[in-house]
């Protein structure tokens, strides 16, 4: 079973690898097939691990080398498959397996096509690394991993200059979220005396709670930044300057849900402080609506996407909150299938429209697209959480969870927000495909895609409809190592109510949706009507101002700091500091160079100066030492040691 | 009066200095050896009068490896003054300066 542990974890690498070497070359075909076949053997061997698990119920725990010794420190480079892990590698190889394939058509007219393929496989090894370490050191190295390959895959059209402002705005947001992050893991390992997860988790009930909780926090700060949680959400939808299948793997299926992942992963810590769980809950129904209320009037296809990803990571984020960690897990997964159909069908409607992103200059696009047309609605469907597809399932779990333990309000808000995911989920199914066809009007003419892309997407499509009929089994798989707590409502009645009348909310947001946006007379916005005016779509739109407050309140003070710091410290002070030492020593040897002026008598006079001022010396240290004892009587008077 | 030690090196001591001001002072080149004669003897003298003093005859011994040191020197030195004035026309220390720095 380790050979293929190890190669689930390095096929990804060997890929990257092979593409690499392509990497400056023009596009090559076989530095996109190399990587996605190395990606299906990874996802293979994932599968026979999934496999063992599930028979033996047990766990495959390796220690390929030791990292680091010194002391007390020990940090192998350890991996561990167990049921929580397993769970992340199949999500993680299978959805990147889809991407992969699906990219070798999305990125064909690419010239950096080879690129491409290196940094994406890139990203998939160091996910494995970070779901597969059996240690907070290498999980940290995955999470730093990923960072710098989602910085590369953001910017990856580097040209643009939007697109590496948006990188560098992931990168650093990522930043100052693994600061936290690292923060987390030394109060780890300074209170437990190990990185290990097994030894750590089992050391922490004895410790206090004041540090268990400075822990939590710290580590949910890590959380945040990956999984963009409020206030550092604002990267993702930039992020979406990325190429489609970009936002479909990282920024939708796993990078992203890395955060939960550490909640899930660190679920001993968690339990031990139920109230920094419940600020995590609290904060992720907040990001869950707040995510929501955006995603309703906005105009780009991708961003409307981006902020649905937000608002589900709030969902798991109140499930893993609440303590109910094997929930989160499962809306992870489940999330992860169709947000990844979803985005690739989105890649699918701008390939047909020029890289057009605006909904509402299409319409009427299902007559030329019918593949990307039932795939997307299907995603969608699932999405906002209709039975029986994927997401009634896991996502109405979520909300049972909040209603089972009291937290009314958070259930409120989630099913409140249940009702906003369907609306805009279907906002932009109806405006991309339903209507009067706009596109016309910007004489674009679409196209369906490769047939291969379309089959690619097939097994996220089939996963997105049976997902739930997995949970049984998902369930006794995963709470072997999770808490097995079952969440039933305990009225039956009560429960029928809750999921019908969910269902009927979720289904007259549907319908709304429709009525309002699939009908003919759509137009696209000039920006005159009474509705785009009001103040409320204009908070929306502006992202309630947090990106404009970041950029006048933080960016711009720091800027002006760091100005004035250049100017006032490093130029007056440091540099000039630099600057008269050479100087000094520049004058030194101007002044002194008549000394050399090859005149005999003029050197014949130094050197006579030279022995009297080393005689005088002579004279004054044998002095000194003659008359020591009077010199140190006197310095004593005068209170000097 | 009885001349001891102390006058042979107070003797000496004023040699070396007139000799050192010679040194110094002096632009011609042939002057020059003069005041180095009168260093290398000054320190001759202290050494036969310590030499005599202590009664040992190291430093006498010593006094006679200067001067034969200075004779040969001087004749050297003396051998580059000739030559340098038969080129120069002149052995004037101040024009002396080809290794000016």
Same mark, same amino acid.
């Given at each position: ?12 690498l060997?890929?990257s690898?092979?593409a690499?070497?392509f ?9 996109g ?10 996802f293979?061997?994932?599968?026979i ?9 047990g ?25 929580v892990s ?28 080879n ?8 990203f ?7 779901? =597969?370490?059996?240690?907070f ?17 953001i910017g ?24 936290g992050?690292?923060i ?6 300074w209170n ?19 540090? %268990? ?5 710290f ?27 970009? *936002? ?34 609290s ?9 929501? *209320? ?42 992860a299938f ?12 701008m ?5 057009? %992103? ?16 039932i ?5 969608s469907v ?24 009291n ?11 249940a ?31 490769y ?17 739930? +009929? ?14 097995a ?5 305990? +009225? ?18 549907i319908?709304?949706?429709y ?9 696209v916005?000039?920006?005159?009507s ?22 006048n ?9 760091s ?5 006032e ?8 500091t630099?600057d ?14 008549d =000394? ?28 000194a030492?003659k008359?020591? +004892? ?12 | ?9 107070? !003797?000496?001591?004023i040699?070396? #200095? ?11 080149? !042939?002057l ?6 009168? !260093? ?16 040992? !005859?190291?430093?006498?011994?010593? #006094? ?6 200075? #004779?040969?020197?001087? #004749? ?26």
């Open positions: 079973m380790e050979m293929f542990l190890y190669i689930a974890l390095f096929a990804p060997v890929g690898m092979f690499a070497l990497s400056a070359s023009p596009k090559t075909l076989i530095a097939i190399v990587p996605s076949a190395l990606l299906f053997i990874s293979l061997a994932s599968s691990l999934l496999a063992y698990v599930l028979k033996t119920g766990s495959i725990h390796v220690e390929m080398m030791t990292w680091m010794a010194t002391g007390d420190l020990y940090i192998p480079f350890g991996f561990m498959v167990d049921q397993v769970t992340m590698m199949m999500v993680v190889t299978l959805v990147s397996t889809v991407v992969h394939v699906y990219a070798i058509g999305y990125m064909s007219h690419d010239k950096a096509f690129r491409f393929f290196a940094w994406l496989s890139a998939v090894f160091s996910m494995m690394i970070l779901v =597969m370490s059996d240690n050191a290498g999980l940290f190295i995955g999470w730093e991993g990923v960072g710098l390959c989602s910085w590369g895959l990856f059209w580097y040209h643009k200059e939007v697109a590496t402002w948006a990188a560098n705005e992931a990168f650093i947001m990522n930043r100052i979220a693994d600061l992050m690292l987390g893991i030394f109060l780890v390992y437990t005396g190990t990185l290990q997860y097994v030894e750590a988790f089992a050391a922490m009930p004895s410790l206090e709670t004041d540090i %268990l909780t400075w822990m939590g926090i580590l949910f700060i890590g959380a945040m930044g990956k999984s963009a949680q409020f206030p550092l959400h604002t990267w993702l939808a930039d992020a979406m300057e990325g190429p489609t299948p970009v *936002s479909a793997l990282i920024h939708a299926a796993t990078m992203v849900t890395a955060g939960v992942y550490l909640i899930v992963r660190a679920n001993p810590l968690y339990d031990l402080i139920p109230h920094v769980g419940l600020f995590i809950a904060l992720g129904a907040f990001v869950a609506l707040f995510a929501a *209320s955006m995603a309703l009037v906005n105009r780009d296809m991708k961003r409307i996407i981006a902020y649905s990803t937000l608002s589900q990571l709030g969902y798991m984020f109140v499930a893993a909150g609440l303590g109910a960690y094997w929930v989160a897990l499962f809306h992870l997964m489940a999330h169709f947000k990844a159909l979803l985005f690739l069908g989105a890649g699918n409607v390939h047909a429209m020029n890289d057009e %992103l605006d909904p509402f200059k299409m319409g009427g696009l299902s007559k030329v697209m019918k593949g990307t047309f795939m997307m609605t299907i995603a699932a999405l906002a959480g209709i039975f029986p597809l994927a997401g009634f399932f896991s996502k109405d779990l979520i909300l049972e969870v909040g209603f089972i333990q937290h009314y309000i958070i259930y409120t808000v989630l099913l409140f927000t009702g906003l995911t369907a609306f805009y989920s279907f906002r932009l199914v109806a405006l991309i495909f339903h209507g009067e066809e706009r596109y016309k009007l910007f004489g674009i003419d679409p196209h369906e895609a047939k291969f892309m379309l089959v690619a997407m097939t097994p996220l499509l089939l996963l997105a409809i049976i997902a739930g +009929s997995l949970k049984g089994t998902y369930f006794d798989m995963v709470t072997i190592v999770l808490p707590t079952q969440y039933h409502v305990h +009225s039956a009645v009560v429960y029928w109510i809750m999921t019908i009348g969910t269902q009927l909310f979720v289904i007259g947001a319908a709304f949706a009525k309002k946006y699939a009908l003919s007379e759509v137009k916005p000039d920006g005159t009474a509705m785009e005016n009001s103040f409320g779509y204009k908070l929306l739109k502006n992202q309630y101002y947090i990106p404009q407050f970041y950029e309140y933080l960016v711009k003070p720091y800027r002006e700091l100005l004035a710091f250049w100017k410290v490093d130029m007056k002070i440091v540099d000039a630099v008269g030492i050479a100087k000094a020593i520049y004058n030194t040897g101007e002044n002194t160079r =000394m050399q002026n090859g005149n005999l008598s003029t050197m014949l006079k130094w050197m006579v100066a030279g022995a009297v001022g080393l005689l005088s010396l002579a004279v004054v240290f044998g002095l030492v008359f020591s +004892s009077e010199i140190e009587f006197f310095l004593s008077t005068l209170g000097v040691q | 009066m009885e001349i001891g030690l102390n006058h042979y090196l107070v !003797l000496s001591t040699l070396f #200095a007139i000799g050192l001001v010679g040194v110094m002072r002096r632009k011609n080149l !042939l020059l050896f003069f005041a180095t004669e009168i !260093l290398l003897n000054s320190v001759n003298i202290a050494f036969a009068a310590i030499s005599h003093y202590y009664g040992d !005859l190291t430093g006498q011994m010593f #006094a006679f490896f200067v001067i034969a040191i200075a #004779a040969s020197e001087v #004749a050297v030195g003396l051998g580059l003054l000739i030559v340098w004035h038969k080129r120069h026309g002149n052995i004037d220390l101040d024009n002396m300066s080809t290794m000016r720095g």
